[in-house]
């Protein structure tokens, strides 16, 4: 179900709407960004993980697959993130391997081209979809979800 569609004409408006979209986020919630190579898919998922309260460098995931954000323990009000890159991964079942189950209980979780899940995207996910725009650094952003998604970002605007 079509919850939202954003066109934002460069990437600090990109980056503005991650950071809304953090503040509604909580452990157990999984985001599903899909776009092509370029679209800015590691970019959003990285303005979201700086807007949840983590300083540190957030690299893609590509090569490692899997890049955890922890809370320190003096700051446990912040959720962990579990930023998920799936673009090489052969078979959904390889997803396993990763333990992605773990994050799926005790975190945010980002998955870049979740697609190759296939069957194992738990349904109760939020999808994002981004597109290069018409101009240069614009971009589409359209989120769908189910009803339960589309309450919660009833008041997402830019």
């Keep these: 179900m079509k919850i939202k569609d954003f066109y934002l004409d460069d990437l600090s408006k990109s980056i503005l709407l991650a950071g809304k979209l953090a503040c509604l986020l909580k452990t157990g919630d999984i985001v599903a960004l899909n776009g092509e190579l370029g679209a800015g898919k590691t970019e959003f998922c990285r303005a979201i993980i700086h807007s949840l309260g983590y300083d540190e ?5 590509t090569f490692n697959l899997v890049q955890t954000y922890e809370p320190s323990v003096n700051d446990l009000e912040i959720p962990a993130v579990w930023h998920i890159d799936l673009y090489r991964i052969e078979k959904a ?10 994050g799926f209980d005790t975190a945010i979780t980002l998955i870049e081209w979740p697609d190759k899940m296939g069957r194992y995207l738990p349904e109760e996910h ?3 979809n981004l597109s290069i725009g018409e101009t240069e650094g ?19 605007e830019l």
């Excluded at 460098?57 to 995931?61: A, E, I, K, L």
């Excluded at 079942?93 to 773990?102: M, N, Q, R, S, T």
């Design 57 to 61: 460098d957030v690299p893609s995931p």
């Design 93 to 102: 079942e390889d997803v396993f391997e990763l333990g992605i189950e773990d």
């Design 126 to 128: 939020l999808e994002i």
């Design 138 to 156: 614009s971009r589409n952003i359209a989120f769908n979800g189910s009803k339960y998604w589309q309450d919660r970002l009833k008041g997402l």
